[in-house]
């Protein structure tokens, strides 16, 4: 799987969108972008993920750069709930229904994302 | 739904002891995994079963062993237990074809 580049740590107001960035100069063709999270003391939580096109679901929205280099995951109104470890991963698709699933997840160590008061 | 659910939630071992980790999948899930996470680091990937089978495995030694049963539970063992082997232990479960992953709270291990 291709590595990714996010920074340490950011700071966001509550009630704010958070633009969280992700580089992955290396992905290849078939490689799905992933974003998950980890608030303090529980597991991981999947938020979203895409191949190339922008996507959006309740939680998030992600937007992939046209060459697929790098891509930001927004919090469209970040509350205090929010304050979590978010790691951006890239991954194969699954191969075949008769030749395995999903391979597993391969985690940085991802931006601690503080939301402010 | 219960979601994934592992026990014990913490445990205290000594060194050169074995443990083992128990986890349910989310129902209808098939697919279980398991990472090890280090105080201040990412999750890293340890195995994967599916059909009973370990279909995949990270970087870990043989000490680490698993097993999926018919119902699709699934149990990590860890032998000869070292201080380094001290960790948050996660199991995720997923469907074969699916590319979601569900994480359980987790089992922290201390080895003293």
């Known amino acids: 799987d291709a590595k990714t580049t996010q920074p340490t740590s950011m700071d966001c107001a509550e009630g704010r969108a958070a633009n969280l960035p992700c580089n992955h100069s290396t992905i290849s063709g078939n490689e799905y972008v992933y974003w998950y999270r980890q608030i303090h003391s529980q597991g991981p939580q999947y938020i979203i993920h895409g191949l190339k096109n922008n996507e959006t679901n309740e939680m998030a929205s992600l937007i992939i750069t046209e060459d697929r280099k790098s891509s930001t995951l927004i919090l469209p109104h970040a509350t205090l709930r929010d304050t979590a470890v978010y790691y951006c991963i890239v991954r194969a698709k699954p191969r075949t229904i008769s030749g395995g699933g999903a391979d597993g997840l391969t985690f940085g160590k991802g931006t601690h994302l503080i939301i402010q008061p | 739904d219960a979601g994934v659910t592992q026990s014990p939630t913490h445990l205290i071992k000594t060194r050169g002891q074995q443990v083992t980790l128990r986890c349910s999948p989310k129902?209808?899930?098939?697919?279980v995994s398991w990472y090890q996470q280090a105080l201040g680091q990412g999750p890293q990937f340890i195995f994967q079963y599916y059909e009973e089978e370990e279909r995949q495995r990270g970087n870990f030694p043989d000490r680490f062993s698993g097993h999926q049963f018919p119902n699709y539970s699934s149990e990590l063992n860890v032998n000869a237990l070292l201080l380094g082997d001290s960790a948050l232990y996660l199991c995720?479960?997923?469907?074969?074809?699916?590319?979601?992953?569900?994480f359980g709270q987790g089992t922290r291990l201390t080895v003293v």
């Open positions: 995720a479960s997923s469907l074969e074809r699916s590319t979601e992953a569900f």
């Open positions: 129902s209808g899930h098939d697919t």
